[in-house]
């Protein structure tokens, strides 16, 4: 897999105090990566840093397999971002705003149009528009269009649901799983709503106090699984006898919940037709694991 974009021991200091300290990130070609992490954790910081907004106090970056010292700043026409809201005409419609934009880098001008297409600010209802009429949906793809028209290969998003409604966080999230999958872009997308990232996100690297604390797939993180069996628990010396004779470890129980760690699908098997044979009844058993939430607050807490 062709590494895009890598980070290494990166340290970033405001007035002598450290606010970023990844010692790694790895971003591969055409994967949606999911920085996760709270308020302050420094996700717009480390972004800023690739960008070459901001200079890191020490370590190195390489995107596109250059060494971020060692090149000019061309590399920044490969890369589209969202990090703050641009700066546009509230006055011009979104094609307008674009064209000035186009005229100031001289990209092919019928990016536009495919881009206006793209995010869907090209309706009919939408072409004559003025920008400061948009809703605040409207304006976040706009953002992305403004971060799109040049054709870039990398996207780089901080928190581009902000502030939108489920709905509007959906159309947001289904853009750009389509842009990574169908256009082939690669996408690093800052969030601290674990779900929304969970749902769109083929790697995550989950950052707290600067720190990278995990890096890879959501579901590689080793937590608890278990399962969960529902019904009428209420009997708890003849359950109590059972567990004991089968050596199961009870991780909770209560008079209509019973569950169990670690447990083999043979030994699930083998433990529903004791609970039918003993007369203990259920109506549900169900797989579960822990909550990517808790997955969360596990990791910053440091139990994992
Ligand atoms: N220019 C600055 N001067 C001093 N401290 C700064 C500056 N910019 C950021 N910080 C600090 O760096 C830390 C990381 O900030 P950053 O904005 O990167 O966090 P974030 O993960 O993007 O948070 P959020 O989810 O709130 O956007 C914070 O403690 C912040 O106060
Ligand atoms: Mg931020």
Sequence with gaps: MKEIIRLKNVVKKYNEVEVVHLSKLHLYQGEIYGLLGLNGAGKTTTM???????????????????????????????IGSVIEEPSYYPNLTAYENLAIFQKILNFDKKNIIETLNLVGLNTASNQKKLVKNYSLGMKQRLALAFALVKKPEILILDEPTNGLDPQGIQEIRELIVQLAKKEGLTVLVSSHILSEIEQMADRVGIIHHGKMLYEGKIEDIQTNRWIEIRGDFSNRESLAELVTRENIEIYKHTSTTLQIENIENDRITSLLKLLVHNNILFYEVVRKRESLENIFLSLTRGDI
């Design 48 to 78: 800023k840093m690739i960008l070459s907004l901001i200079q890191p106090t020490a370590g190195k970056i390489f995107v596109l397999g250059r060494e971020l010292s060692d090149q000019s700043k061309e590399y920044l026409n490969k």
